[in-house]
């Protein structure tokens, strides 16, 4: 895994080395996340944000330990299956069976304050429509629309529905962002063409004009400068690698497989981040999706699967790698940063995250059952892009009985809730669901949906009662929330790898 991360991950660093320039300084592409953060980075510097910061700290620090110690306490009652607060049935028993519940999970908690209120409501919506009506109703049907003896984690039985249906609003709500942002791009890059017709008289005007503070931010970052031909030489050189390497590691991948995905990564990486500098979403996962099915149905029966995903992963590392480069030049423009240090941080980064991810996963893989449709660590995404793969290779066929149908449906409502929300008018349109998120609590449940409209409840409340301090200490509340019970999880680990059990099972039942 190692080996593949590293074949893999640096290509994305030198695709638009080049580009640099014409991105952030000559479209003046505004990069919304990298201009917050530069913002972020720069309000620090002045005594009141010197101030602010001494509170976030605190307040990250506090709550930190309280997640913590939390975690630690329900440790010591999760001995067994189905056990502990996770598993606390706050509704009833019978909402519980449709994961109807409050687990206490502070890490989602955090997310919830961190997320808008859309994001969370949709997710509640979802788990209504979801496990709240669609699965009671489909369960029904079992020996009629689906085999009685199938397996629950059989793509068909119910998963499989299940599955499908929150592909459909993924890849519904994904393909129509894809088409918007590839409209706003060649919609942007027409105009832009059209204002270079400007004689020099209208350019020189403009250069007197500018700020000093932009002129200043534009010398540093193009002092800096790394010859094209290095960026050039070392693309060649690692897709080369590349090319040898990866069909040895997967021997159902062809060597042009990759070349294609190579010789296709800056086209897509600069459409990429172009439409990233415009409107802040990265499409990456998308290129990705489209090229899982391009690689599937290629590669046939046999091979599909695993060149599919393995073609997605090299096309989505490489367009979400060179996107997120872009966001930090953004940042270091503004905050006047030494790009060529931005590049070299992101080198370093990236060196650990190929040695760190690995060893994480496989300590997660041996201490808990990761990938569990009916456990705590169920991996959706996983599940979801193999079954895109399956989808590829075996077409309609991998379906349930009427479950095309209803993917249809969803695929069809997820377009039509973006259209909505873009073209109706704003007071309407803010009130539409968002699909991408409605459609996760499909195949995980709707317990942590509840988490997080706690989270985000707790963040009304707490605006309605102090609004300014509440705007000031709920990114490190909810920061601190989240680390401190993602911390528990290696002490855990690391006592579920030793055979440490927890003493107690605390485990609900009916009443007599």
Not at 308 to 318: N, S
Not at 423 to 452: Q, S
Request: proline share 4%; glycine share 10%; net charge positive.
């Amino acid at each position: 895994m190692t080996g593949f991360l590293l074949s893999i991950s640096f290509v994305g660093l030198l695709t638009l080395l080049p580009l640099r320039k014409v991105l952030v300084i000559d479209y003046k592409l505004t990069y919304p996340s990298g201009t917050a953060t530069a913002v972020l980075i720069n309000g620090f510097h002045t005594p009141q944000g010197d101030k602010n910061a001494k509170k976030q700290v605190r307040g990250f620090l506090k709550y930190f330990g309280i997640s913590f110690l939390w975690s630690f306490f329900q440790w010591f009652y999760t001995g067994g299956d189905v056990c502990g607060f996770l598993q606390f049935p706050t509704f009833g028993l019978k909402a519980w069976k449709q994961t109807f519940f409050f687990d206490f999970s502070l890490t989602y908690v955090g997310a919830g304050m961190i997320c808008s209120h859309l994001v969370n409501l949709s997710l509640l919506f979802g788990a209504i429509l979801s496990w709240g009506i669609m699965w009671p109703l489909i369960g029904k049907q079992k020996g009629k629309w689906y085999s009685a003896k199938a397996s629950e984690s059989s793509m068909t039985s119910l998963f499989g529905y299940k599955s499908f249906i929150c592909i459909a609003l993924l890849v519904g709500d994904g393909f129509y962002n894809f088409v918007k942002v590839i409209v706003v791009t060649l919609k942007s890059v027409h105009e832009r063409s059209k204002r270079r017709g400007l004689n020099s008289r209208g350019k020189l005007a403009d250069a007197d004009t500018m700020a000093i503070d932009d002129m200043q931010r534009n010398e540093v970052f193009n002092r800096d400068n790394m010859p094209t031909w290095m960026a050039y030489t070392g693309y060649t050189l690692l897709s080369a690698i590349a090319v040898v390497v990866i069909p040895i590691m997967f021997r159902q991948v062809k060597w042009y497989y990759v070349i294609t995905a190579y010789l296709l990564a800056p086209a897509l990486g600069f459409c990429n981040a172009y439409g990233t500098g415009l409107t802040d979403m990265n499409m990456g996962y998308n290129y990705g999706k489209i090229a899982l099915f391009i690689f599937a149905a290629w590669a046939g029966k046999d091979d599909g699967v695993v060149a599919g995903l393995v073609g997605c992963g090299l096309v989505k590392q490489l367009v979400l790698i060179s996107a997120d480069l872009m966001h930090d030049f953004k940042t270091g423009h503004l905050t006047l940063t030494s790009p060529r240090s931005m590049l070299v941080g992101q080198v370093v980064g990236t060196l650990m995250g190929c040695v760190v991810a690995p060893l994480t996963f496989f300590l997660f893989y041996r201490a808990f059952d990761i990938g569990d449709p009916n456990g705590y660590w169920k991996a959706p995404y996983a599940l979801i892009y193999r079954n895109m793969a399956v989808l590829g290779v075996e077409g309609f066929s991998a379906l349930p009985r009427h479950c095309l149908q209803l993917c249809a449906g969803f695929f069809a409502f997820a377009v039509l809730v973006n259209l909505a929300r873009d073209f109706l008018p704003r007071r309407y349109g803010r009130f539409m669901p968002l699909p991408m998120a409605m459609a996760v609590p499909f195949l995980v449940g709707a317990n942590f949906a509840i988490d997080m409209c706690v989270g985000s409840l707790v963040v009304y409340v707490w605006h309605k009662v102090d609004g300014k301090r509440a705007a000031l200490l709920v990114p490190a509340v909810a920061s601190g929330l989240i680390c401190g019970d993602g911390i528990w999880i290696f002490p855990s680990s690391l006592l579920a790898l030793a055979k440490v059990k927890p003493p107690i099972c605390m485990k609900f039942t009916p009443g007599n």
